[in-house]
């Protein structure tokens, strides 16, 4: 019995012995599996390297179809502020977006929406604050290949109707 329980211990000491080795080659830099994990990483660079480019091309990112706008209406600084706009189009035509009036009292954020059918351009402006004139104003405009062109309908308390051009950011 104790005859095999040496020849036991000289397998398993030899076997570690060799796992030694294995691994004392591995961490000098020899052996196959020390490129494994490079291979790895150049596989995923050259797999996800062209979905990544498509992603892209595609359109699933806003900023590279130029879905977002940006642009300053014209205005005074008293009664008929200037508005700043910060839109998107979204999927359908949908418009959604913020606007910015400084009123000689403050600033108001407005909330914007509206569609683009075709060429033609629709948004509503609200803000819920009490201090604004006009709590609502509506424009019309076009869609231009880089810009959207809107002008305020009725004028409300201006001179003449506020006009911007916003272009694609």
């Known amino acids: ?8 211990a000289d397998a398993s000491a030899r076997g570690s012995d060799e796992h030694r080795e294995e691994d004392d080659m591995l961490r000098r830099g020899g052996g196959s599996q020390t490129w494994a994990p490079r ?11 062209p979905l990544a480019a498509a992603w892209l091309v595609t359109g699933c990112i806003g900023l590279w179809r130029g879905d977002y706008y940006a642009g300053r209406t014209s205005g005074d600084l008293e ?21 910015a009036t400084t009123y000689p009292w403050g600033t108001a954020s407005w909330d914007v929406t509206g569609m683009v ?5 629709v948004l ?36 003449a109707p506020r006009s911007a051009t916003l272009n694609r950011k």
């Open 1 to 8: 019995m104790e005859a095999a329980d040496e020849a036991g």
């Open 39 to 49: 291979r790895w990483t150049v596989r995923h660079a050259l797999l996800l390297g």
């Open 79 to 99: 009664e008929c502020v200037p508005f700043t706009f910060d839109v998107s189009i979204e999927e359908g035509g949908r418009i959604r977006g913020l606007a």
């Open 117 to 121: 059918t075709g060429g033609e351009i």
């Open 124 to 159: 509503e402006t609200r803000t819920d604050d009490p201090r604004a004139p006009e709590r609502m104003l509506r424009w019309r405009g076009s869609r231009g290949a880089v810009s959207l062109k809107v002008t305020e309908e009725g004028g409300g308390k201006c001179a």
